[in-house]
């Protein structure tokens, strides 16, 4: 195609004088920040033509850029977090976010669980904290324009450390308030200490019919023999563009789970990007999304079998209502010396209405000859003779659905083993298909 | 699992330093000067004596060629082709005359005869069964050298004559199709040809008439710093039947040399067309000098209603393949087939796949595709599928196998899969027993394990195309499509 030079649309002219006016107050190291910066600038935002890009336009998508947003008053982050209503009713350590700033008050420093170890990230990035050093980003994020993107403009976050068994689940809470649209840059770096296990939860939510931008980074590195369960739910507001990343590198004989749930949002991207560095380590790697109206979420996925004998299972379920769209694009890479790798991937998705859409890309990119590696995808709507069946016995149509669309997702649910979390996300599923009804 | 022996022999057995057909031909060659030009076109459409219309559309595609870049999307890697250091035009010196075979040289009718393709009719009708009978096209670098059977397929109805040819004598036919499925403006490749397109066959079915015979074209490269830019049409009217072969091969050289073809195929109502490909290019060296870039656009269009067409596939040339078969279900009904065997050695380059894009309601399409990559190779399968809003019913069923031999190649996947249809129902890669559960009982009840099972299902009937093969290499398609898969990485 021609490599023409395209024009700066409005979003991209508006981040670039962000930065201008933003690099010298951002806390940190300023050369990683102009370097993602000039790489993004060089390519710009993201378009159809760009392969990675192809089902999610974000330059079409993202026609304005919001204004970051500043750091809140004491009683906005507290009215702000009263209200939040993500994973609320599950019992653990609550590491809170307004507006994309950690609310430090919010965290007695003094009482946390044996094994956890917090450090805000501004501090850390002012200092040039010794943890940082030991955070390798994953070579998959940087060429990325969305994570280049938060690499310039973070400006708080936390640093995580687990250094045993910690039983209460940490609760990363990410709360965008207010009616006036503002993009935020958050990121998390987690270190996940040898032999260490951790449940961790995200929840980002945002209130209907404001047009925040949140772009968030969740960075870890977990070491041999840990295990870590991660649960991120979407739960944004209707307007919300919201872009987010996990890039995970994890060790030896490890056990990795993470889930990500969509239930908001207008425009939703989560990318993974998981090296699997160590022998005999399992990943499991989920997504569960629903989107109604002219939603549209796009779930994209790079694991890398980089060590030899690891076992990775990627399962996707999405259900479409309305004209949403649906994406899925995976990637499973198994280099020359990655032998017995076993990986699996699977995307299913079901089409409850006429005009939905759902597009997939399952790859695989295998240099390895004695490896075992699978993909598959399904698009369908609901089989009409279970439904039949179902509705034979005096289920009326919607609920007989419900009780189909419940079973299918619950596939991708059923992984999450702490109970408090399971139900948590069963009753986000029971309240996206109430509202259908 | 690592691939068993019996594959691994196999597939050395087609190793690149085995390659059987790198003989030369010593003719003496007409060509048009070195590069491209509006003035070659002009000497290509003066020698193929066109009318003024095909030389206008030549000069469109070119102006539209130089402003097009070339596509870089494909997971293959080569060194820039210098297009103004080609011959697009190479013809044995005393063409156009041959009126029969007496007058061909016989240097070329040699080559023919090495290459096991039968150009004689009456020693073909000698040796072989009628029921078995192939009529050929036999195209020569730039030129059709001579096309055997015409008289016989006339009495058909059957038109099957070089393009060039029937853009003389049936201009009407020929205008209406040609670029009515890969349109001028398709894609870098394609426009190149359509502006310098030397020959390459052409194929007319009229309605309710089921072809008499297999059609094919066998296709040679034999001139150095040439490149081969062919262009097939197939039109099967309604309710007509045409089962149509196409074989490549070329010298072995320190070159890399551009083959850069466009298939069309219009399926009307009820018709059905079944096209088969041995492609058997040059492949280099085992240090991966020389070659042919096998760029390919190949299309068939399920114009009318109940239209099926098929695409077969067996690859083992080229240095670097780019092509991907495919099918437009237009017609409501209509079903796509897409059966693949490509194997790549040496370092040899392969992308390709197949497209099945579902227009029509209650369209079908399946995918079969086998990649076998040795050597230092890279084969990669890419396929899309896709309905469209207003393909209700529509149905997919893909399943694309790698096998490895040896670490330093690879394989890839890079499926596409797009919904727009609540009841289109897509599956790519679900269990092998999917394929048809009856028949998977059926063999297994007679006592074939499953894997056996399998492969008869999936093999079934591309063996069955590829028994038909003339050509002399049939034979090692055959041991081809019979190579086990066990052991494959997925």
Same mark, same amino acid.
């Given at each position: ?16 004088? *962000?930065?201008?006016? /933003? ?159 503002? /993009? ?19 929840? %980002? ?16 590195? #977990? ?113 020359? %010396? ?83 979390? %399971? ?15 | ?30 060509? #048009? ?101 192939? /009529? ?17 397929? /006339? ?34 490749? *394609? ?68 083959? #850069? ?212 290499? *049939? ?16």
């Amino acid at each position: 195609m021609a490599d023409v030079t395209l024009m700066k649309t409005p979003a991209e002219t508006a981040l670039a004088q *962000a930065y201008e006016s /933003a690099k010298a107050i951002l806390p940190g190291n300023v050369e990683s920040r102009a370097e993602a910066f000039e790489l993004f600038t060089r390519s710009g935002l993201p378009h159809r033509r760009v392969e990675e890009f192809k089902y999610t336009d974000l330059r079409a998508l993202m026609r304005e850029a919001a204004p970051f947003a500043g750091t809140p008053t004491a009683s906005e982050a507290k009215a702000a977090l009263q209200s939040a209503k993500a994973l609320a009713g599950v019992e653990a350590l609550q590491v809170p976010f307004v507006n994309g700033h950690f609310v430090r008050d919010a965290v007695d420093f003094g009482s946390l669980p044996e094994g956890v170890e917090i450090v805000p990230l501004a501090e850390a990035l002012a200092s040039g904290h010794d943890w940082l050093a030991r955070l390798s980003p994953v070579a998959w994020a940087r060429q990325n324009p969305v994570y280049q993107l938060n690499t310039a403009f973070m400006a708080d976050g936390v640093m995580l450390r687990v250094t045993g068994q910690v039983e209460t689940p940490v609760h990363l809470r990410f709360v965008t308030a207010g009616n006036s649209a503002v /993009a935020t840059a958050t990121r998390v770096l987690v270190l996940v200490e040898e032999g260490a296990s951790v449940t961790l939860l995200e929840s %980002h939510e945002s209130p209907n019919g404001a047009n925040h931008q949140p772009n968030d980074v969740i960075e870890m590195v #977990a070491g041999d023999r840990s295990n870590v369960r991660h649960v991120r739910l979407n739960a944004e507001g209707d307007g919300a563009l919201a872009l987010s990343t996990l890039t995970l590198k994890v060790g030896a004989e490890a056990e990795f789970f993470s889930i990500n749930v969509v239930a908001g949002a207008a425009t939703s991207r989560h990318q993974v990007f998981a090296i699997l560095d160590g022998e005999n380590t399992k990943a499991r790697i989920n997504g569960m999304t629903m989107v109604k109206g002219g939603q549209h979420a796009d779930s994209t996925l790079v694991v890398e079998h980089a060590a030899p004998n690891c076992e990775s299972r990627e399962l996707f379920k999405t259900v479409i209502d309305g004209e949403a769209t649906g994406v899925f694009q995976g990637k499973i890479i198994v280099p020359h %010396h990655a032998q017995k790798t076993d990986g699996r991937m699977m995307s299913a998705a079901v089409l409850l209405s006429e005009g939905g859409t759902m597009n997939n890309k399952p790859e695989l990119e295998i240099f390895a000859d004695d490896v075992q590696c699978a993909h598959g995808a399904t698009c369908g709507q609901l089989d009409e003779d279970l439904l039949f069946y179902l509705m034979a016995r005096g289920i009326p149509r919607k609920e007989a659905e419900s009780l189909m669309v419940q079973a299918f997702l619950g596939e991708a649910v059923e992984f999450v083993e702490h109970e408090g979390v %399971h139900d948590a996300l069963v009753s986000v599923v029971e309240g996206w298909l109430r509202a259908r009804a | 699992m690592p691939a068993v022996q019996e594959t691994i022999d196999q597939v050395r057995s087609i190793d690149v330093d085995q390659y059987k057909y790198g003989f030369e031909t010593e003719v003496e060659m007409e060509k #048009a000067p070195k590069g491209l030009s509006e003035d070659v076109i002009r000497f290509i459409s003066a020698k193929k004596g066109e009318p003024e219309w095909m030389l206008q559309w030549r000069l469109d595609a070119y102006k539209r060629w130089l402003t097009m870049r070339e596509p870089n999307w494909a997971r293959v890697s080569y060194d820039k082709i210098d297009y103004n250091d080609i011959y697009y035009y190479a013809a044995p010196k005393n063409n156009p005359a041959p009126k029969s075979l007496d007058e061909v040289d016989p240097e070329i009718l040699k080559t023919y005869e090495k290459l096991g393709i039968p150009l004689r009719e009456q020693e073909i009708l000698a040796g072989v069964e009628p029921q078995n009978r192939v /009529a050929v096209d036999a195209v020569f670098d730039s030129v059709s050298v001579a096309t055997t059977f015409k008289e016989e397929l /006339a009495k058909a109805g059957v038109i099957f004559m070089p393009i060039s040819e029937a853009i003389r004598e049936y201009p009407d036919l020929v205008r209406q199709y040609l670029g009515s499925v890969v349109p001028v403006t398709d894609n870098y490749f *394609a426009t190149l040809n359509s502006a310098v397109f030397t020959d390459g066959s052409f194929v007319y079915i009229p309605p309710g008439v089921r072809c008499p015979m297999e059609l094919s074209t066998y296709f040679r490269i034999n001139e150095k710093n040439t490149g081969q830019f062919e262009r097939t049409l197939i039109i099967a009217d309604k309710g007509s039947y045409v089962s149509y072969l196409e074989g490549c091969t070329a010298p072995k050289r320190d070159e890399n040399q551009l083959h #850069a073809a466009v298939v069309e195929l219009v399926a009307l109502d009820d018709a059905e067309i079944k096209y088969s490909t041995v492609q058997n290019w040059y492949p280099g060296d085992a240090q991966g000098r020389g070659g042919i870039y096998n760029f390919v656009t190949k299309r068939g269009d399920c114009r009318g209603r109940n239209s099926v067409i098929t695409w077969t596939q067996v690859e083992t040339g080229s240095a670097i393949t780019w092509k991907y078969p495919s099918c437009i279900l237009r017609g409501d009904n209509s079903r796509g087939e897409f059966y693949s065997i490509a194997v790549s050695n040496g370092m040899q380059q392969v992308d390709s796949g197949t497209k099945m894009i579902h227009l029509g309601k209650n369209t079908t399409s399946r995918i079969i595709s086998k990649g076998i990559a040795a050597g230092k190779s890279d084969n990669t399968y890419r396929g899309l599928v896709s309905a469209h809003r207003k393909a209700t019913g529509a149905r997919n069923f893909t399943n694309c196998d790698s096998l490895l031999i040896g670490n330093q190649c690879g394989a890839h996947t890079v499926p596409y899969i797009e919904s727009k249809n609540a009841s289109a129902v897509f599956e790519h890669e679900a269990t092998t027993s999917k394929i048809s559960e009856d028949q998977m009982f059926y063999c297994q009840q007679r006592g074939l394990s499953e894997e056996e099972a399998t492969a008869l299902i999936v093999n079934g009937f591309v063996k069955d195309v590829l028994q038909q093969l003339p050509m002399e290499f *049939a034979v090692e398609a055959q041991k081809l499509i019979s190579i086990s898969l066990e052991g494959s990485v997925g």
